[in-house]
């Protein structure tokens, strides 16, 4: 085999590699990316319900402890008016 069509071979499979790499690159940093990109924008949509779940929470909560306290107050209340 002739030296120029070894050289031909050398670089052309370095070429090969080289692009093969680049590729896997440029593959792997756009999906990255757009990983990064969806999931923003998933947390921007849900920021709204997520307000709005807080309020119903806090009200929940609210009104539970509310229950509880005037749990307590009946029940001391009952034990005063006993004694």
Known sequence: MKIHNKLFLVFF????VLVTALVLLIQWSIGKGI???VNSK???ALKPL???LEDEYKKIIIGKVYKIEIGI???YYFY???V
């Open 73 to 75: 107050l009946d029940i």
């Open 50 to 52: 997520v307000a709005v």
């Open 35 to 37: 990983i990064e990109y």
């Open 13 to 16: 499979g370095f070429s090969l």
């Open 80 to 82: 005063i008016r006993k």
């Open 42 to 44: 998933e947390v921007e």
